[in-house]
């Protein structure tokens, strides 16, 4: 098929909605973001990128910690919610039920199947964007999203976000077996 | 529903399933990766996470550049493929066709149906991956797969890795209007 130019763009595909807790000023805040994934495997480590100007990175930076939060599909316009209203303006500490874990000053969303507590390693300044990277120091996982012992996608029925439309996906269904299918080629 | 603490874990969901590309000793290479994000919008870049021994990391310091490319489903065979086996042992050159773009020296599938070309800007050491940060410089996409200009995430069909099960996921429908449904709350 033929290719077309669009010029430098960031319509990756799929990527997660997340909502990134963080302790601003003392009050626990939920944004919503999708510019997030795995950065290491020893330390396990998160990146995450977020405007510089989010008020969600000055609560990152005062307290060195972070959470990153999987909501399901059933969250939707709770996630919406949050990457509508900033937290300068809008109080957003109650919008789901928080807790605390290991760091004490990363909020979770109990009403998130998956959540994980992070410390601060790096930031990276690129431009409009500072890239945070954090060490995953605690994982917790509704109890019925397990599957021997690791936290079941299909279970968890998280949500995804897709730029181009703006519009948020649920995952759809298994297609085959990673360190399988690829054999029979 | 009851929290379980599994410790410190790298299963966030959902991951893109893409192939890096990257003139490794002056031959075309593809690996399958699914760390890997957006990292800042102004300049467009892109952040993807290498273990050190990786034979693609070799040629993105090389040349300085390398590609993303975005599978749709029907390619999962040979996504897999390129998962199981290293180009360390495997000429991996002929396994898509082959196209170069703006920076000469990314090598980029044909049969994908998005493809970004990136100069590398920063690799930051976390311990066992080195997280590579690229200017995203183009974007190629499939005439077919675009809407209003933009890459059409349902026309891409794009493939999703999900490391607990181990399995590889098609993108489910669409479950709301991002900047919209959170305005109801």
């Not at 919406?80 to 990363?106: E, M, N, P, R, W």
Request: hydrophobic content about 40%; some cysteine.
């Amino acid at each position: 098929m033929a290719k077309v130019k669009i010029g430098p763009s960031t319509h990756l595909y799929p990527k997660p909605a997340v909502l990134v807790g963080a302790l601003v000023d003392g009050r626990a805040n939920f944004m919503t973001a999708s510019w997030c994934g795995i950065a290491c495997e020893k330390p396990p480590a998160m990146s995450l990128a977020l405007r510089k100007i989010r008020h969600t990175l000055k609560g990152i930076n005062q307290q060195g910690t972070f959470s990153i939060n999987l909501p399901s599909v059933a969250l939707a316009p709770q996630v919406d919610y949050c990457g509508i209203h900033s937290g300068k303006d809008t109080d957003k500490s109650a919008v789901f039920q928080v807790f605390y874990g290991l760091l004490q000053t990363a909020p979770l969303v109990q009403e998130c199947p998956l959540n994980f507590e992070c410390r601060l390693l790096h930031s990276l300044d690129l431009g409009s964007h500072m890239l945070v990277v954090g060490q995953i120091m605690e994982t917790h996982v509704d109890q019925g999203c397990l599957a021997d012992g690791k936290p079941d996608v299909e279970k968890i029925d998280p949500l995804t976000y897709a730029s181009g439309t703006s519009q948020y996906h649920r995952l759809g269904e298994a297609v085959g077996q990673a360190y399988g299918i690829g054999k029979l080629l």
